[in-house]
């Protein structure tokens, strides 16, 4: 088959788009060495993966000994303690072989920054087992009734003694019923966001359970499950941060989230880029190369600009989250809705020019479309992303 894995006659390479142009030494370094385990750790097994709905803990461990399981937790409690824009070249590289199972290494990473960051030295063994994945970790903070308005949430958590009592449920949770720790966000307050509170729930613990495994368009290497505390108790030194800091903490991950899937979106947009290169060089129609049509050639250059565009915001936003601008979270905010919304039409035009084959699973470009759509979705939807962007931007 034309072009199943990865592009072999088209390549980018010391072109425009070349994802390494403008990087230093050092980040070139890093970029190359997540390529390599994209190419031959993740490229192999994402058919697999995805037809199978199968969760692979191995690999993602494979990834972690490298490195990618705490990217940016500090490497006195087993991390990498590389910065943002670090993070983002790592995923938006490992994501060009399996998008979905990089999206999930990304919320992994998100989930062991905010305990590296607000957790006491009491949770020092959990981070570093976090950092090499021996412990995988899950983000909830969607409900069923409570999404875009996080905020409302209502799961939650009862002091009584030493330990807090948790009643409710968490919506879409990644990983959920196959990872080990639940970074939850509960209510131990009143109303509103200063009656949030983060705490950790291990796998195991009495009174939680999950609901039946999600059958979903994309991200099937990763399972997505609801779930539930039913009078689940844990002890207070499960807490992370201080009682009503758990929205600030929640919003303070989603910001490194939101550059970490605007990067899963650029890996995915660059591969399904080279594939449709590749098609073009090689298929014919009315006698000629599809290369050889000008509209065609067109619809090449606006997807290359498009990926351009992209990438150049997410660095930009990602070196500002870094520096601690006070812009960083419109920015980031920009940053993921623009990327995550030209990135999925830029491989959504992919599957376009393969015309019928491009519907066929046996070629890439059609999982890249699936697994990216989601990305519109999860951590803030483009909806709330154009929110923030505007309330910023109308503050006094």
Known sequence: LVTQTCARNFSVSGKSVDSSDGLSEEHRAVQSMASDFARKELAPGRDKWDEEESFPKEVLREAAALGFGGVCVREARGGSGLSRLHASLIFEALSAGCTSTTAYLSIHNMCAWMVDEFGGSHHDETVRQMCSMEKFGSYCLTEPGAGSDAAALSTSARRDGNEYVLNGSKAFISGGGETDVYVVMVRTGGSGPKGVSCVLVEKGTPGLSFGKKERKVGWNSQPTRAVIFEDCRIPVSNLVGKEGQGFS????????GRINVAS??????????????????????FGKRLADFQHLQFELADMASQLLASRLMVRYAAQALDNGASNKVALCS???LFATENCFQLCDRALQLYGGYGYLKDYAVQQFMRDTRVHRILEGTSEIMKLIVARELLSE
Do not use: T
């Open 264 to 285: 899963c979106s650029l890996g995915a947009a660059q591969q399904s880029l080279e594939l449709a290169g590749e098609h073009l060089l090689v298929r014919k129609a």
């Open 334 to 336: 920009m940053a993921k």
């Open 249 to 256: 903490i929640a919003m303070l991950g989603l910001n490194g």
